[in-house]
């Protein structure tokens, strides 16, 4: 058996909420590929009965296989179906959803791709007015079809079951009939080269027309998705005008970014103020959807 690799103690031990702890568990699984159940524990300071209640979650949802004296990684080429990926990282992606809508003024264009983090931006964007709203993310169409200002568009097609989805030649060609002031977009995972990845081609190609569609790119992605592998290479983290996210960048990848994406991450507390100063701004220029767009891809 080869030796367990050596997991660094936390600085200071600090029992966290179960679903936390399992967002960190992954990360540590991606970067060691297999864990000891002691390992785990000692990192943690938690007990080994606390551990395995984690690591047996999470084989139970696919994500870890077990191993004699702990667990490993599984490495699929398929995602995890669509409502398990909803509740993953629940409150990190509501707080992405919400920074991304104070973003966004009324009355402007927005093209919504698919994926669990677009919906929460859908779901903060309910309460805008007058929007001009282009999606294949059925979730997102009817969080958004509450408030009836909003004018919601949808292309035809077949429904990818069981993911409330819309992807194909015809969903791509709608999203490039439009020029959208803003495009919102997730990704299955990110390579540690900056590179983004997606579990099939019909996701990428998705994620293209939509890019090529709009004036201003926004790329939202909790931090599970760093480091998480996927088949399909489809454009690269330096590719939007914004990325959203919840936690900071590592240096490597915070330097491919520089001078070049404007980066809003959620647990910074001074992430809303940046943000409100946004709002300011657009507001204090009529609400110029134009304005917005240039103050907020300021940078790029």
Same mark, same amino acid.
């Given at each position: ?21 399992? +967002? ?24 080994t009965q606390?551990i395995?209640?984690d ?7 696919d ?11 599984i490495l ?6 669509y409502?398990?990926r ?13 920074a ?6 009324n009355s402007?264009?927005?093209?919504i ?7 929460q ?6 309460k805008h007015?007058h ?9 997102a ?7 009836? +200002?909003n ?8 429904l ?13 060609k709608?999203?490039?009939n ?7 977009? @997730?990704? @299955? ?5 900056g590179?983004?990845?997606d579990?099939?081609r ?5 994620r293209q027309?939509?890019?090529e ?9 909790? +931090?599970s998705?760093?480091?998480?592998q996927?088949p399909?290479?489809?454009g690269?983290? &330096?590719?939007?005008d914004i990325?959203?996210t919840? &936690?900071?960048? &590592?240096p ?13 991450v959620?647990s910074q507390?001074d992430?809303?103020?940046d943000?409100d ?8 220029? @009529? +609400?110029?959807?134009m304005?917005?767009?240039? &103050? ?5």
């Open positions: 058996m080869p030796a367990t690799p050596a997991v660094t103690p936390a600085l200071k031990p600090v029992l966290k909420p179960a679903s936390l702890r399992h +967002n960190e568990i992954i990360a540590l699984f991606r970067q060691h590929g297999f864990l000891t159940m002691e390992a785990l524990a000692e990192h943690f300071a938690v007990t606390t395995r209640r690591i047996n979650a999470l084989c139970d949802a994500i870890l296989r077990r191993r004699h004296g702990g667990a490993e990684l699929s080429a398929r995602n995890q179906p409502d398990m909803r509740i993953n990282n629940l409150e990190q992606k509501a707080e992405i959803g919400a991304v809508a104070a973003l966004i003024p402007c264009s927005v093209l791709g698919i994926g669990t983090t677009p919906e931006v859908a779901l903060a964007l309910a007015d929007l001009t709203v282009i999606t294949n993310n059925l979730r169409a009817l969080a958004l079809s509450t408030n009836q +200002n004018q919601v568009i949808v292309p035809g097609g077949t990818r079951f069981p993911n409330p989805e819309i992807l194909g030649n015809d969903a791509d709608l999203f490039r439009f020029r959208a002031d803003f495009g919102i977009y @997730g990704v @299955g995972g990110v390579d540690t080269d590179t983004l990845l579990f099939d019909m996701e990428s190609s998705s027309a939509l890019r569609s709009c004036r201003t790119q926004i790329l939202v992605t909790d +931090n998705k760093f480091g998480r996927a399909v290479r489809g690269h983290l &330096s590719d939007p990325l959203v919840d &936690s900071p960048l &590592s490597a990848l915070a330097a491919m970014l520089a001078g070049n994406t404007r980066v809003v959620t507390p992430y809303s103020t943000t100063r946004q709002s300011t701004t657009s507001a204090a220029t @009529g +609400n110029s959807v304005a917005a767009i240039a &103050s907020i891809a300021a940078g790029k």
